[in-house]
């Protein structure tokens, strides 16, 4: 009787063990199965592995199994729709490869750093993140015909307000406490677009005319609002789907004094090419925040560690992230017009945050050193004003004092940028 009870217990034992092996076995494999096939959006075609969770090094080897157009196989292209539209597609990734698979015949496996200061050319060209110019100019058009039916709240204070145009797409409204503001957001657009930068969103000028066929359906709100008559605002298109950024380990570690994002940064060459893709987006914002004196980002959280030491741990202000990775640059009142006015009380924070990196995108030193040699910033930056704005004589321009200090400002850039090239390109 007892070896007849044994040999039960012995049996029921396997068959338990079996089916836990067979449940964990189907968990495994439905696992599995998500993973390979999960992209960012059901609708977006994609590889069969997900290469923004590959290492920098295994991106730059892509197997030739993984290149997915028949017709060219020496090219790999992650489709991707735009950041608001699903209509708008742009390629993201275009990794040329030759048939051993290296770039221009050299090792694939390469450093993510390259000459001392510049992000591995093969990712940065072929990472395009951010607003495209043809995205951009085809959104002004709309925002510029289309009639407002609706203003809530929804951007920051309540002098801003998320409005909703005629076709369902919506928009942030800045009435700016006064015309510094709307100047320092429409001018950083408009330099970063002159820096090839392009996360900050789209923008255009408005002249509220509750009379006029735009505003007419919002006259209700406008007056409850108190806004003047004729005021010029700008409408800076509204992405869906954003949330917070946290200051990079590397940026935070200088702060501290652990040295900052720089080529000698062993862990560099473990990053995936998504957190690559991160960096590099955050050396082209402290490149921007440090011309226009951008104080309400980064320097702030900076001035901040004296009171609150674990302030770089939590989202950065006026920093966003859509679900592919792009970081988008909000709120940038603070630039330029208003961010020289105050730059006494700042300056120190921002070049502390400057000298933080000295790793950068390639374009943007290119198109920041000509502007350094030709020395006609504020000529390429009105140009470029006058040229996509019609109401950019009525919001104005910046002063000829504070276009010096634009100057300035990439002078001191360009400066260190030497400094940084003289230090790591012996590397």
């Known amino acids: 009787m ?48 997900d290469l923004s969770t590959k290492t920098f090094r295994t991106l730059l080897a892509v197997p030739a199994a993984q290149r997915l157009h028949s017709g060219d196989n020496n090219v790999v292209r992650l489709e991707v729709h735009n950041l608001t539209n699903a209509r708008d597609q742009t390629d993201r990734y275009h990794m040329n490869v030759d048939n051993k698979g290296s770039t221009r015949g050299e090792d694939p496996v390469g450093s993510p750093v390259e000459e001392g200061i ?13 607003f495209t110019e043809e995205h951009a100019r085809a959104w002004r058009e709309r925002a510029r015909g289309y009639r407002i039916v609706k203003l809530e709240h929804g951007c920051g204070r309540i002098s801003n307000q998320l409005a909703t145009f005629s076709d369902g797409t919506k928009a942030c409204v800045r009435y700016g406490i006064n015309a510094d503001q709307v100047q320092g957001e429409t001018l950083t657009y408009y330099l970063a677009s002159l820096l090839g930068i392009a996360n900050v969103p789209p923008l255009v000028l408005a ?30 298109e509204w992405v869906s789907n954003l949330t917070g950024v946290v200051t990079p380990a590397p940026l935070r570690q200088q702060q501290s004094g652990g040295g900052g994002l720089h080529p000698l940064r062993a862990e560099l060459r473990n990053k995936t090419a998504a957190e690559l893709a991160e960096l590099m987006q955050w050396s082209d914002l402290i490149v921007l925040d440090y011309l226009t004196a951008n104080f309400d980002r980064l320097v702030s959280n900076l001035f901040s560690l004296q009171w609150d030491p ?71 930056l009105l140009e470029r004003y006058r040229d996509n704005e019609p109401l950019s004589s009525l919001l104005g321009f910046l002063s000829d004092e504070h276009a010096g200090v634009l100057q300035d400002r990439i002078d001191r850039l360009y400066k260190h940028i030497l400094h940084c090239k003289g230090r790591f390109s012996q590397l």
């Open 310 to 380: 674990r302030v770089m741990e939590r989202d950065t202000n006026n920093l966003l992230r859509t679900p592919r990775g792009d970081l988008v640059f909000i709120d940038n009142e603070a630039g330029l017009v208003h961010g020289y006015r105050v730059l006494h009380m700042w300056e120190k924070y921002h070049s502390a945050v400057l000298g933080s990196v000295c790793v950068f995108r390639r374009r943007t030193v290119q198109r920041v050193t000509e502007l350094h040699r030709r020395r006609d910033a504020r000529t390429r």
């Open 2 to 49: 007892r070896a007849v009870s044994a040999n039960l217990f012995a049996l029921l034992f396997l068959c338990t063990c079996a089916s836990v092996f067979y449940v964990w076995d189907t968990l495994e494999s439905r696992l599995e199965r998500h993973k390979r096939g999960f992209h960012l959006g059901s609708l977006h075609p994609g590889p069969p592995a």
């Open 118 to 130: 510049f992000w591995n050319k093969l990712l940065d060209d072929n990472l395009l993140v951010g």
């Open 207 to 236: 002249q509220v005319n509750v009379d006029g066929d735009q505003w007419a359906s919002v006259r209700r709100r406008v007056d409850e609002l108190q806004w003047g008559e004729r005021a010029v605002v700008s409408l800076t």
